[in-house]
């Protein structure tokens, strides 16, 4: 529920048809009382109100917003920053008494609030939603304000004077997903804002326009995507080709498919997240005991690994650790309390069948660890349809699919060669992960982007799923000493991918600022952790 004093609106996290209407009718009668247009693209905002559902494009040869899409540059070292010590907003003119222009502060934090609300629930990292509202709010001169966000709950606090109450507004994120088309039309929007270009309320109606934007891919697209994921993961883990792996690929994609189909049949009944990745762990398990009672010598290991790489939480761990290194303690706590949660569910679903088998004789440890460069060009192939197929499923828009596959080139190539030299897997993991969040960094900024849609897939062959796997098949082996070492090891994995990933976006910004980058201010104190 989100509550904003002062205003006395109490409304939910979600809007219903009449909600929307209620609102799209309140916007409507501000129009006598809208902020002007600011900036070089103030003529622009007449036709973004005549056709506010026009999808937001990236930017082209007609729209020249560069220098305002580094709006995330510009807010991160005023987010790092004390409330106190923070510059005022100065690019606005001043009312008689004083205070900032804006003639509706409720409207502009509203926006900011429905922006940060969307882009948690989209994937983004706190300190990324933070800046987002953040640039919102100060485009539209509603300063000095604070946002701040959690793990499921963006807030928003905004007081106009010394002597004046304090207006505080909130919001609730309860089903959090990965929706990387959303976010990358919420960034866009976000750089028009920025750029000057859009009045409040044409703002409101473009957010609800992409609100109501449908999924990129069709249904269909998304379980053969989840299968053939799976079916590359065994490929990279395997590193075999001949006609037994490519058995185990097969084995692999009809588990993960029925996997997938599982757990949407359960969603429907709007059961907690625990029990869809339950469901959906339970199919991959079947299918490797099946593989592992035949005089074949299939490997029944590699088809539960590859099955459940896309249920194994190793983003979500990867992600806590970006948080915890923003100094967003609460929500990586938060975060990591959510791996915990979701190891446990497919625990739950992969323990009875590991259990049967392994007290009946299947043969689930032909292998320790997984092999690392048994056929490069094979498990290269196998990386780039894993990062693929990743991007489908985290909604990715088909414009950057090529991108994500050459920034998944080169990550894995460069993991390849440094495991190839004798170098440590962990320290190949991390480098590779610098590389990769450089390059993104430098993709994004040349779309207009956020960061996220390039990075995350892209480092898919890399998460630690199979890690996971073994740690935990260890456990249910009754070798808990072994299970230690393997969830170590995933543990150390996921944090040199974070610390990578956070190392590159840190060296995109500070050598290639934001133009007309403000200098960071003179710090008084400690930053307010979350």
């Known amino acids: 529920m989100r509550k904003v004093a002062k205003w006395g609106v109490m409304q939910g996290a979600t809007m219903p048809e009449h909600e929307e209407r209620g609102a799209r009718a309140e916007s409507e009668g501000r129009a006598g009382r809208r902020v002007p247009p600011q900036g070089r693209h103030g003529e622009a905002a007449d036709a973004e109100e005549a056709d506010p559902g026009r999808p937001l494009g990236p930017p082209g040869p007609g729209r020249d917003v560069d220098p305002a899409a580094r709006w995330p540059d510009l807010m991160l070292p005023l987010l790092r920053t004390p409330t106190s010590a923070r510059p005022l907003v100065g690019v606005g003119k001043r009312d008689r008494d004083g205070a900032p222009a804006p003639a509706e502060v409720a409207a502009v934090v509203d926006l900011a609030l429905l922006v940060g609300e969307l882009m948690l629930a989209y994937g983004e990292a706190a300190e990324g939603v933070e800046a987002a509202m953040l640039a919102v709010a100060r485009t539209y001169r509603a300063g000095p304000c604070d946002p701040q966000v959690t793990f499921t709950r963006v807030a928003i606090s905004y007081q106009q004077g010394p002597g004046e109450p304090p207006v505080t507004a909130e919001r609730t994120v309860h089903h959090p997903a990965g929706d990387y088309a959303g976010l990358a039309a919420l960034f866009r929007l976000v750089t ?13 109606r473009r957010l609800r326009a992409v609100r109501r934007h449908c999924r990129h891919y069709p249904a269909w697209a998304l379980v053969v995507s989840s299968g053939l994921l799976a079916g590359a993961a065994t490929l990279l883990i395997g590193g075999r080709s001949d006609a037994r ?54 490997r029944g290991s590699v088809v539960i690994t590859g099955g459940l790489y896309a249920l194994l939480p190793g983003w979500p761990m990867v992600a806590a650790v970006q948080d915890g290194l923003a100094g967003f303690y609460l929500t990586a706590a938060a975060r990591l309390l959510e791996v915990v949660y979701l190891l446990a569910g497919v625990i739950v679903g992969v323990m009875t069948v590991l259990y049967v088998g392994v007290n009946n004789g299947a043969d689930l440890a032909t292998q320790s660890v997984p092999t690392s460069l048994a056929d490069p060009p094979l498990q290269l192939a196998a990386a780039i349809l894993l990062a693929l197929a990743f991007a489908v499923l985290l909604n990715t828009e088909a414009a950057t699919l090529p991108a994500v596959l050459v920034n998944s080139t080169a990550g894995w190539t460069t993991y390849a060669v440094l495991v190839g030299a004798g170098g440590e897997p962990i320290m190949a993991t991390g480098l590779a ?5 450089l390059s993104g960094q430098l993709m994004a900024r040349y779309r207009g982007s956020s960061a996220l849609p390039f990075v995350t897939a892209a480092l898919g062959p890399l998460l630690p799923g199979s890690l996971l796997y073994f740690g935990m098949l260890a456990f249910v082996r009754g070798e808990p000493e072994t299970g230690l070492s393997g969830m170590g090891r995933a543990t150390a994995t996921a944090m040199a991918l974070a610390i990578g990933v956070n190392l590159g976006r840190e060296a995109a910004r500070l050598f290639l600022p934001a133009t007309g980058a403000p200098p960071p201010a003179r710090r008084r104190g400690g930053r307010h952790r979350r």
């Open 245 to 298: 792996a490519w058995l185990v690929f097969v084995s692999a994609v009809v588990a993960a498919m029925a996997g997938h189909w599982l757990a949407a049949l359960v969603g429907r009944h709007d059961l907690p997240e625990f029990y869809r990745i339950a469901a959906a762990a339970t199919p991959a398990a079947v299918v490797g005991i099946l593989l592992s009672f035949n005089q074949l010598h299939l």
């Open 192 to 204: 028009q804002i920025t750029a000057g270009g859009l009045a409040v309320e044409a703002a409101h």
């Open 433 to 437: 992960a610098v590389l990769v969040g």
